[in-house]
């Protein structure tokens, strides 16, 4: 995609041109190595730096996330101006709702309040995480930094993301699949079947002839269900499993299941050491990043074990490693590893560590997960099927053999 920019030399010179890049982090990458400070980047004529997908969402996705905050830690990082960054960001941005959140940035940073007071305002969108290390960074002068860490955190979670959707599409299309296989034969063979046994008056077994009367039930209003379960289908997904009720609710149910438990745990220790390492690289004290980072881990137990560590352990002159050692709930190489680090000074780094080291457990968990529901869905959909199957060819057995 051709860029064409406005930016300015050392000596003052203004300069323009235009630039093949994938986007304009490329062309602020560009310029930086020439040494230029960035005036202007817009897309040339024919070309659209926001997507038609990108620009008919209403939401702000994690896309734009970590777009927003790699672009501004380059920007910052070539000596442009927070403001000046923000209205660069305005002019070529096309989304409506990015560029109503940016212009609302402006205009609470041209009244004096702090960066990060736009982004407390949406908690929907931008996490405590997110707030407190930009307002840390804000604090600490240090915002291209926090930026930086930020892209490149959004970048590790939606990467997470990522993996666990695509190692659950396999089982969604047979689910799909054995789903229409199985309305297919109670709407057309099922019907057929009965019709036979009607015409030739033959009393087909019970069995039979309860899976038959079901499946003609089912034909009979087979409209009627699929608007049902389209409805439900779609309830369930904006009216209950957005809830804060519903959420909790699939949660718990979720670490009631042994194989999905693992999954969870594995997730929930991934994101505690990820979040506390940013948090403590932001420069915030342990306790302050405990609290934080227990609102984001999202499994109870882990949260309430990294409140006590906070409030009933170090706030009481326990050492880190003292502190972890007391919560069940954490692994012994987590509690080691936070003892060590604590006595060497670097606990972040190690945390880090753990964070690259359990997003691989992740990996590993949900595959774990998919390889023991595959088998589970194909044995129970086999068992619905065969139960179909063998209900017509009993009494088609048993009419053969009138003849």
């Given at each position: 995609m051709r860029f064409h920019y406005i930016?300015?030399?050392?000596?003052?010179?203004?300069?323009?041109?235009?630039?093949?890049?994938?986007?304009?982090?490329g062309v602020l990458e560009y310029l930086a190595g020439q040494g230029l400070r960035p005036i202007s980047i817009k897309a040339a004529e024919g070309a659209k730096e926001i997507s038609k997908r990108m620009f008919f969402k209403k939401n702000i996705?994690?896309?734009?996330?970590?777009?927003?905050?790699?672009?501004l830690s380059l920007m910052l990082k070539v000596g442009t101006d927070l403001l000046k960054a923000i209205d660069i960001l305005i002019t070529d941005l096309d989304k409506p709702a990015m560029r109503a959140l940016l212009m609302e940035i402006r205009g609470a940073l041209e009244k004096g309040n702090p960066f990060y007071s736009t982004f407390m305002k949406y908690p929907k969108y931008f996490s405590p995480v997110f707030v407190n290390l930009i307002?840390?960074?804000?604090?600490?002068?240090?915002?291209?930094?926090?930026?930086?860490?930020?892209?490149f955190s959004l970048e590790k979670d939606q990467g997470l993301r990522r993996k666990i959707k695509s190692a659950l599409t396999y089982p969604a299309i047979l689910l799909a699949a054995s789903f229409s296989i199985l309305i297919l034969l109670v709407s057309f063979a099922v019907p057929k079947i009965a019709s036979v046994f009607s015409s030739v008056n033959t009393q087909p077994p019970?069995?039979?002839?309860?899976?038959?009367?079901?499946?003609?039930?089912?034909?009979?209003?087979?409209?009627?269900?699929?608007?049902?379960?389209?409805v439900a289908a779609v309830s369930f997904w904006y009216l209950f499993s957005k809830t804060v009720f519903g959420k909790n609710f699939l949660?718990?149910?979720g670490t009631?299941?042994?194989?999905?438990?693992?999954?969870?745990?594995?997730?929930?220790?991934?994101r505690f050491a990820s979040v506390l390492s940013s948090l403590l690289k932001s420069g915030l004290s342990i306790l302050d990043a405990l609290e934080i980072t227990a609102q984001t881990v999202g499994l109870p137990e882990l949260k309430n074990s990294l409140l006590r560590i906070s409030r009933e352990g170090i706030s009481k002159g326990l050492t880190v490693g003292d502190a972890f050692r007391r919560e069940a709930i954490f692994p012994r190489v987590v509690v080691n590893l936070m003892a060590i680090s604590e006595k060497a000074g670097h606990i972040e780094d190690i945390l880090g560590t753990l964070s690259d080291f359990y997003s691989g457990e992740v990996e590993t968990a949900i595959k774990t997960m998919v390889s023991f529901l595959e088998p589970v869905m194909l044995v129970g959909i086999g068992l619905v099927i065969g139960t179909i199957a063998i209900s017509i060819i009993v009494p088609i057995y048993q009419l053969i053999g009138q003849f």
């Open positions: 930016a300015s030399q050392k000596t003052g010179k203004m300069i323009e041109g235009d630039f093949e890049a994938s986007g304009t982090a996705t994690i896309e734009d996330k970590v777009f927003l905050t790699k672009y307002k840390a960074g804000e604090a600490s002068g240090n915002l291209e930094k926090v930026f930086s860490d930020l892209s019970l069995f039979s002839r309860i899976v038959i009367s079901t499946g003609l039930f089912i034909s009979d209003y087979i409209w009627f269900f699929l608007i049902f379960l389209i949660y718990q149910l009631k299941l042994p194989v999905i438990k693992g999954v969870l745990n594995q997730i929930a220790l991934q």
